[in-house]
């Protein structure tokens, strides 16, 4: 969860509310989308409570996605997005 802290803190200067961000993203429901042809597991985040937090996260997915993590055990690629855009 620090990693995720210190990415977060980048636009949120103070670190309780990052904090709070995060435990708040990880209670959000998301969409899981496997797309077996282009080997991707698309993560669909569920709005948060307002755009701010929306675009943090937007922010987050962004760096989550140029790291290219694979999903445990397959060679699918993780892509992480907010909403159904």
């Known amino acids: ?3 995720l802290t210190n990415c ?3 636009v949120m200067p103070h670190p309780d509310e990052a904090r709070t ?3 708040a ?3 959000t429901e998301a969409d899981l989308l496997p797309d077996l042809d282009k080997q991707t597991l698309t993560i669909r985040l569920h709005h948060l409570a307002n755009v701010m937090s929306d675009k943090v996260i937007e ?3 962004l760096e989550l996605n140029a ?3 694979l999903f445990l055990r397959t060679n ?3 892509v992480f997005k907010v909403g159904s855009t």
């Open 1 to 3: 969860m620090r990693t």
């Open 8 to 10: 977060v803190n980048e």
């Open 21 to 23: 961000l995060l435990c």
């Open 25 to 27: 993203l990880y209670k």
């Open 59 to 61: 922010k987050l997915c």
């Open 67 to 69: 790291t290219e993590i």
């Open 76 to 78: 699918l690629r993780m």
